[in-house]
């Protein structure tokens, strides 16, 4: 089985340097359907690999879940880290952020520019798969995040799903997470205490014994 692990808003593959990961390429979120169907094309099997797990963290998770519900054949596997279908909350669906966090989030982005992001997520921590994302990138990214409703995926998933979420994200937050395992049938759900939005940052060694799940697929 193949692992391709998939980054999130405003950084690059290499934040997920201390997994020492197969990364996808990187990744534009201005269209998430779009983005799912280029990795899917540029996906490789390879000799003797029977498919790909994907692990997408943060807005690449959207991309993983869109991933598996268009390729039954490729994806064999998912592990959706601190992700959401939904990421602005409604009232059918209370496990999203207000909308005006988002809106406060866009002002703070065009006055520090993605940093703002980066301290919001990291908090404080540093990594080499931080990106400067331009101001109009990032806010085309924005828009597809507050756009984006992917919930009707969720029961059409059919491969062996893992969600790990940290109890204290304040980004995509837990209920999101336990909403997934809800409706992903037969997936597994694994809460880390004292642990935010990033994981694999947060608490490495953990998470890293947390990714063995991979090996029985």
Avoid at 21 to 45: S, V
Avoid at 101 to 122: C, E, M, P, S
Avoid at 141 to 165: F, G, M, N, Q, Y
């Amino acid at each position: 089985m193949k692992l391709v692990f998939l980054h999130g808003f405003a950084t690059n593959p290499k934040i997920w340097d201390d997994q020492k990961a197969d990364y996808a390429p990187q990744l534009n979120f201005g269209n998430i359907n779009a983005e799912a169907k280029r990795l899917l094309d540029i996906i490789g099997m390879g000799d003797g690999v029977s498919g790909v797990a994907l692990i997408g963290w943060s807005m690449g998770g959207m991309i993983a879940l869109q991933a598996a519900a268009l390729s039954r054949e490729k994806i064999k596997g998912l592990v959706l880290v601190s992700t959401t279908p939904k990421f602005v909350s409604a009232p059918d669906y209370p496990h999203g952020l207000p909308m005006a966090l988002l809106k406060n989030l866009r002002k703070r982005i065009k006055t520090h520019g993605t940093k703002a992001f980066h301290d919001l997520a990291f908090k404080g921590r540093k990594a080499a798969g931080f990106v400067k994302t331009p101001i109009e990138e990032a806010e085309k990214e924005l828009d597809e995040l507050e756009r984006i409703d992917r919930r009707e995926l969720l029961a059409k998933i059919e491969v062996p799903t893992l969600i790990v979420h940290g109890e204290k994200d304040e980004i995509c937050l837990p209920g999101a997470a336990r909403y997934m395992n809800e409706r992903i049938a037969g997936s597994s759900l694994v809460m880390m205490p004292e642990v935010g939005h990033a994981p694999m940052l947060e608490a490495p060694e953990r998470f890293n014994e947390i990714l063995c799940w991979t090996n029985n697929l």
